[in-house]
């Protein structure tokens, strides 16, 4: 075979996915840039290039706070979800026997199979004044009153945490069992206690598999709207909550398009922070 | 191609065919949730031997967006809040609608609207049903002579028990009647006491809440009380929980309406004007107000000789010309008043 026709079979592999990048990222990203430089006056859009909505970004008090909030939300179950997600990685790649990884994984990941907005009016149900968790906690005396749970950032997070954990776990896994079990054994072998050669040797060699799973929990979840919407009851709004009340009754695109606009640079600000330790073919 | 495929095509194509046979044409209506309930539609499907395609949507601003989207011909009729008909008749978005054999007559006075409904001597719409945004509370825990005033129901002694209706035009209309503003008359001047009011009602709220998280908070004991709900709010709970209930305090409330009207360019205006006549007849309305989604009165008040005792009593059927004299309907400001609206309703959201 000529290289000419591995060229050309080469692009006739990637053609589709390039076609497919283009149609639905690259020209609804060039649509969504053009519409943030729009105006919108009563209902008519005016095309053009301002900065107004970013100069209102910029201006309105309340942004801000969401930008903060979601950051703050957004990095908060990020590390809570990491912290959570390595040992139980490490639980079904070292401690349960090869036969049964495979349904400790699928248990893990059950709750994926369940609606995703179901699953947040669970946990509102769970968190509830009345509900399981309050009354356990009454049950054994650690409360007399139900404390508020529900509509709070703690639900908002827990409902994120429960979801990213299952994410996390599986691209931690997957780094953890690439690893060969001789690196360990060389580093016991040459007197590393336990917690030095999980320092020293394991954590290293798994952290692009943490990092590629860190950076997903990110973007999905500095950009989601389900789970603020409905376990934070309102207490305090995030980015994708202000976006859609810009889109709900007044149809405001173009500031809706400069919020989304802002929004993907921080995630491409986290991307470039992460980069050095990002392996996406370790997915 | 395996067997598998074939017999699959073959299904579908029998399938479509069969579809086919069965409807002898389609109608296409951009509605509100209360319209998807089957026992709504499937009695008009049936007499008329179409499909009818229903799409929800949430916000004037999305079902306008949505209609700009597409082509003419795609929708016929429109489902509308009240107090936005003239923005989807600026945007051409409305036909002209003959009302002549729509029993309009029959409607509540109140609510035919006119106003609305009729721009520059055209009608586009007619009012199909109507509600009240106001308390809705849980009479086993709280006081119910709290509830008469709409200053007690927000008072320190509810604290932590109340969530906020997630719609900033009903729940501001609220608090400018607790400021003796009317809501036709807010202006950029009375946003500041508007904002006070709203900032002493969040400040005593647990939560605010899109209908079904008001409903969940309402039903679990989250919350006892429900600032802008209303019997759209607890009427699909009352049977299971009739402690569960509504009223309007003294100082009234805000009244929400929803109007129906033809789709410019709809390629079917006769089967849309069957329908809008279907939705506002007595069997129709009494359908469409007691929807598996929410409930909420019929304009036409013909639709009493059809709905149940059980249901006239949920939805307060003979209170009605009282309530009606109490309540305001809910603002309809201006491009200009809304966003300032809008942006305390965020203000006060981040507080």
């Not at chain 2, 299904?11 to 109608?27: C, I, M, Q, R, Y």
């Amino acid at each position: 075979m000529s290289l000419d026709n591995q060229s050309v079979q080469g692009w006739g592999f990637v053609t589709p996915a390039l076609l497919w990048t283009v149609a639905f990222f690259v020209v609804p990203f060039i649509v969504m840039g053009a519409m943030s430089l729009a105006t919108l006056e009563g209902r008519t859009l005016i095309w053009g290039v301002s900065l107004a909505n970013y100069a209102e970004i910029a201006e309105k008090a309340y942004i801000w706070r969401a930008f903060l909030v979601s950051l703050e939300i957004t990095v908060t179950v990020t590390v809570v979800a990491v912290i959570l997600a390595y040992p139980l990685a490490w639980i079904i790649a070292f401690r349960v026997p090869p036969e049964w990884q495979r349904l400790a994984l699928l248990l893990a990941v059950l709750p994926f199979w369940t609606s995703y907005v179901v699953r947040s009016y669970a946990w509102l149900l769970v968190l509830a004044r009345e509900g399981m968790v309050n009354q356990a906690m009454m049950g054994i005396g650690l409360i007399s009153e139900p404390v508020t749970l529900a509509n709070t950032r703690f639900a908002t997070v827990t409902g994120f945490v429960h979801f990213f954990v299952m994410l996390l776990t599986l691209t931690i896994y997957a780094n953890l069992i690439q690893l060969s079990p001789n690196y360990r054994r060389a580093a016991m072998d040459l007197g590393a206690s336990a917690f030095q050669t999980f320092r020293h040797v394991i954590l290293p060699l798994t952290l692009p598999g943490v990092v590629t799973g860190a950076f997903l929990t990110f973007v999905l979840c500095i950009g989601d709207y389900v789970t603020p919407q409905i376990l934070g009851g309102n207490s305090e709004l995030t980015v994708p909550q202000v976006i859609m009340v810009q889109l709900g009754r007044r149809a405001d695109f173009p500031l809706a398009s400069a919020l989304a606009i802002a929004l993907m640079c921080i995630v491409t600000l986290a991307y470039i922070l992460s980069a050095r330790w990002l392996r996406l073919d370790r997915l | 191609m395996t067997r598998l495929s074939v017999l699959f095509l073959t299904t579908s194509a029998l399938g479509v065919t069969a579809n086919a046979a069965l409807a002898e044409g389609e109608l296409n209506a951009l509605v509100w949730c209360d319209h998807t309930d089957p026992a709504l539609i499937e009695p008009f499907e049936a007499e008329h031997n179409v499909k009818v395609n229903l799409r929800e949507y949430e916000g004037t601003g999305a079902a306008l967006a949505l209609l700009e989207q597409s082509r003419p011909g795609d929708w016929d009729v429109l489902v509308i809040d009240g107090i936005d008909v003239f923005r989807a008749v600026e945007a051409n978005m409305l036909a002209p609608l003959d009302t002549s054999d729509l029993p309009v007559g029959d409607f509540f006075p109140e609510v035919v609207m006119e106003e609305n409904n009729t721009i520059d001597g055209v009608t586009y719409a007619v009012t199909e049903k109507f509600g009240y945004n106001t308390i809705s509370y849980n009479s086993a825990k709280v006081d119910e002579a709290d509830m008469q005033s709409l200053s007690t129901v927000w008072s320190e002694k509810y604290t932590g028990r109340i969530s906020i209706y997630d719609y900033y035009l009903p729940v501001m209309g609220l608090a400018a009647i607790a400021g003796d503003i009317a809501t036709a008359e807010i202006g950029a001047d009375d946003l500041p006491t508007i904002g006070e009011t709203l900032s002493t009602v969040r400040s005593r709220a647990a939560s605010v809440a899109g209908v079904v998280a008001a409903q969940t908070a309402l039903a679990t004991g989250e919350v006892d009380i429900v600032v802008g709900g209303g019997e759209w709010l607890t009427a699909v709970l009352a049977e299971e929980q009739p402690e569960l209930t509504w009223t309007i305090p003294e100082e009234g409330a805000v009244r929400w309406a929803q109007s129906i009207g033809i789709v410019e360019g709809s390629e079917n205006p006769d089967l849309a004007q069957e329908f809008i006549k279907y939705i506002v007849s007595p069997e129709g309305q009494a359908r469409l107000a007691t929807s598996s989604c929410f409930w909420g009165m019929p304009a036409n008040s013909k639709a009493g000789d059809v709905l149940t005792d059980a249901q006239k009593d949920v939805l307060r059927w003979d209170s009605q010309p009282d309530y009606l004299a109490l309540t305001q309907l809910y603002p309809a400001p201006d491009t200009d008043l809304d966003i300032e609206m809008q942006d305390l309703w965020l203000e006060m959201l981040q507080q």
